[in-house]
C-alpha cells in the first residue's frame, strides 16, 4: 500500500477539479472521487466503497452545495450536517485523517433559479467550521478567499457562479489544500502515525 494515499471525496466541484487541472491528482497521485449532482445522503452510502476501502490516509471532504439546491429533494442545514458527520466518524473509525472544506459561495444556482443558497451556504460554513474546531478536524476555508461583495462567487474564480475555473483550482484552492495537507502529514509524522 502506498504512503500518504489522499482521496478527494467531493460533488461536481471535486470531480472537474481532476479534469480541469489533471496534473494536480496524477503529480501527487491523489484519488478523485467526485461524482457531479450529488448530495451529502449519496456521498455517505459510496463513502465505504469510494474512501474506506481504498485505505488512505487522509480524505478531503467537499460536500453540501447540492444539498442546498435540493438535488434529491429538501434537507434541513441539520440534515447536511449530519450526513458530514457521519462521514466523518466513519472514517475516524477506519484511521483516516479528515480535511473538512467549506461550501463555496454561489449568489444562485442555474439550473434551480428559485433557490437563494448565498446566506444558507454561510451558515452551512458556520456549521461545518464549529464542528471541526471542537472536533479539532483540519478545517479549509475556500468560502472566503473566492466570496464577491454580493456573497457569490468572484467572476475570475467560477465559469457559471457555481463551477470553479481554472484559475479558482489553481490561485486559491490548490494553494490552501497543499497548505493543509502538507501541515497535517507533518503532524502525524511527528505522532509516529507512519
Same mark, same amino acid.
Given at each position: 500500500?502506498?504512503?500518504?494515499?489522499?482521496?478527494?471525496?467531493?460533488?461536481?466541484?471535486?470531480?472537474?477539479?481532476?479534469?480541469?487541472? $489533471? #496534473?494536480?491528482?496524477?503529480?501527487?497521485?491523489y484519488i478523485n472521487r467526485g461524482i457531479g449532482g450529488q448530495t451529502t445522503s449519496q456521498m455517505l452510502l459510496r463513502f465505504r466503497s469510494d474512501v474506506i476501502n481504498i485505505k488512505p490516509t487522509i480524505v478531503h471532504i467537499?460536500?453540501?452545495? #447540492?444539498?442546498?439546491?435540493?438535488? /434529491?429533494? $429538501?434537507? /434541513?442545514?441539520?440534515?447536511i450536517?449530519?450526513?458530514?458527520?457521519?462521514?466523518v466518524e466513519?472514517?475516524?473509525v477506519n484511521k483516516i485523517k479528515v480535511i473538512l472544506a467549506s461550501v463555496l459561495p454561489a449568489f444562485n444556482y442555474p439550473w434551480i433559479e428559485s433557490i437563494k443558497p448565498a446566506e444558507t451556504i454561510i451558515e452551512l460554513?458556520?456549521?461545518?467550521?464549529? &464542528?471541526?474546531?471542537?472536533? #479539532?478536524?483540519?478545517?479549509?476555508? &475556500?468560502?472566503?478567499?473566492?466570496?464577491?461583495?454580493?456573497?457569490g462567487m468572484r467572476k475570475q474564480y467560477t465559469t457559471d457562479?457555481?463551477?470553479?475555473? !481554472?484559475?479558482? &483550482?489553481n490561485e486559491v484552492m !490548490? $494553494?490552501?489544500?497543499?497548505? /493543509?495537507?502538507k501541515i497535517l502529514l507533518e503532524r502525524l509524522k511527528i505522532n509516529g502515525c507512519y
Open positions: 500500500m502506498e504512503q500518504n494515499r489522499i482521496v478527494f471525496f467531493g460533488d461536481s466541484i471535486t470531480e472537474q477539479w481532476k479534469e480541469i487541472v $489533471p #496534473n494536480y491528482f496524477s503529480k501527487n497521485k467537499l460536500a453540501g452545495t #447540492n444539498d442546498i439546491a435540493e438535488n /434529491t429533494g $429538501p434537507i /434541513t442545514l441539520e440534515g450536517m449530519g450526513n458530514i458527520i457521519s462521514m466513519l472514517a475516524e460554513n458556520k456549521m461545518i467550521k464549529d &464542528y471541526s474546531d471542537k472536533k #479539532n478536524i483540519s478545517y479549509i476555508d &475556500y468560502h472566503s478567499q473566492m466570496v464577491d461583495e454580493n456573497k457562479g457555481v463551477h470553479v475555473s !481554472i484559475k479558482g &483550482y !490548490i $494553494p490552501l489544500a497543499e497548505n /493543509t495537507l
